[in-house]
């Protein structure tokens, strides 16, 4: 495979481990695609605020994050689409009235009210069995504002003690909004996130493409969970990891190793992309 490629990486269960680190094999394999000329991407539902340095060291050249709600190529901003006030505040609403906890995330910042926040963090040691120091690594510091609900920067938010499924979640609020089942921590129907509808990861991918004058067949995309779904779908190439769900490795044209196996690096190999 010798014609420059477009390469989109997930970020969590993909580059990452659950410990938030980037295998030296994968790094090995990014600095060799890069050296054959691909372009290298994340694509990743996270928010640039919580895409920490390590993840951002081996030199991408661009991000679809925000499920596709922010794009940004060699350092420019092509697209970035906030959620709308009123739609969000019914949404946060809906949200109180039923016992929903919430994470917004911005460009900047990531933020919940502070009657949230206290319970948040419990549920986010005890369902997910993190440390407060793996918290903070993953999500960052957390801006408590009692107005959040007005906040006009907000890109997508992730949710957590729904008392709905995923679906059931979707039929019971704004077509406005889309609900995905959260790919970090299992396969838990009670957290998942919300973007706005249309915005996903294949429709940031389009935006990267548009940008470089190239068409879908160019591009290759690792994943692992429900929210690379459409970037499985929309890419020329899809590979999902050993780690991944179930569900993915069904739709993908190729599975390799876990992310702690070799995975990204056995996978860009056998692609023959160095």
Same mark, same amino acid.
């Given at each position: 495979?010798?014609?420059?490629?477009?390469?989109?990486?997930?970020?969590?269960?993909?580059?990452?481990?659950?410990? %938030?680190?980037?295998?030296?094999?994968?790094?090995? $394999?990014?600095?060799?695609? #890069?050296?054959?000329?691909?372009?290298?991407?994340?694509?990743?539902?996270?928010?640039?605020?919580?895409?920490?340095? @390590?993840?951002?060291?081996? %030199?991408?050249?661009?991000?679809?994050?925000?499920? %596709?709600?922010?794009?940004?190529?060699?350092?420019?901003?092509?697209?970035?689409?906030? +959620?709308?006030?009123?739609?969000?505040?019914?949404?946060?609403?809906?949200?109180?009235?039923?016992?929903?906890?919430?994470? =917004?995330? $911005?460009?900047?910042?990531?933020?919940?009210?502070?009657?949230?926040?206290?319970?948040?963090?419990?549920?986010? !040691?005890?369902?997910?069995?993190?440390?407060? !120091?793996?918290?903070?690594?993953?999500?960052?510091? +957390?801006?408590? @504002?009692?107005?959040?609900?007005?906040?006009?920067?907000?890109?997508?938010?992730?949710?957590?003690?729904?008392?709905?499924?995923?679906?059931?979640?979707?039929?019971?609020?704004?077509?406005?909004?889309?609900?995905?089942?959260?790919?970090?921590?299992?396969?838990?129907?009670?957290?998942?996130?919300?973007? *706005?509808?249309?915005?996903? #990861?294949?429709?940031?991918?389009?935006?990267? =493409?548009?940008? =470089?004058?190239?068409?879908?067949?160019?591009? *290759?995309?690792?994943?692992?969970?429900?929210?690379? *779904?459409?970037?499985?779908?929309?890419?020329?190439?899809?590979?999902?990891?050993? @780690?991944?769900?179930? +569900?993915? #490795?069904? +739709?993908?044209?190729?599975?390799?190793?876990?992310? @702690?196996?070799? %995975?990204?690096?056995?996978?860009?190999?056998?692609?023959?992309?160095?």
């Amino acid at each position: 495979m010798t014609t420059q490629k477009v390469l989109f990486f997930d970020i969590d269960g993909t580059l990452t481990d659950m410990m %938030g680190q980037i295998p030296a094999s994968t790094l090995r $394999a990014l600095s060799l695609c #890069k050296r054959a000329g691909h372009r290298i991407l994340l694509c990743s539902g996270r928010p640039k605020s919580e895409i920490h340095a @390590n993840v951002l060291a081996p %030199g991408f050249d661009g991000m679809v994050a925000s499920a %596709g709600a922010y794009v940004e190529l060699d350092g420019r901003v092509l697209h970035q689409h906030c +959620m709308d006030v009123a739609e969000l505040s019914g949404l946060l609403d809906f949200f109180h009235q039923n016992g929903i906890l919430y994470m =917004l995330q $911005a460009k900047e910042y990531i933020e919940t009210d502070p009657q949230v926040s206290e319970k948040l963090i419990r549920v986010l !040691e005890e369902q997910l069995g993190l440390s407060k !120091e793996r918290i903070e690594r993953i999500f960052g510091k +957390m801006t408590l @504002n009692a107005k959040c609900a007005l906040d006009p920067r907000i890109e997508k938010l992730v949710y957590y003690e729904s008392p709905y499924r995923v679906r059931d979640l979707a039929a019971r609020i704004s077509p406005y909004f889309q609900v995905t089942g959260f790919s970090y921590g299992g396969e838990d129907e009670t957290k998942g996130e919300i973007t *706005i509808a249309g915005e996903t #990861k294949a429709s940031g991918m389009q935006v990267i =493409l548009d940008a =470089l004058h190239l068409t879908r067949e160019e591009t *290759i995309a690792f994943g692992d969970g429900p929210n690379d *779904i459409e970037m499985m779908r929309y890419a020329g190439i899809s590979v999902a990891m050993g @780690n991944g769900r179930e +569900m993915i #490795k069904e +739709m993908a044209h190729l599975v390799t190793g876990a992310v @702690n196996e070799d %995975g990204i690096y056995r996978a860009c190999e056998t692609l023959g992309l160095f």
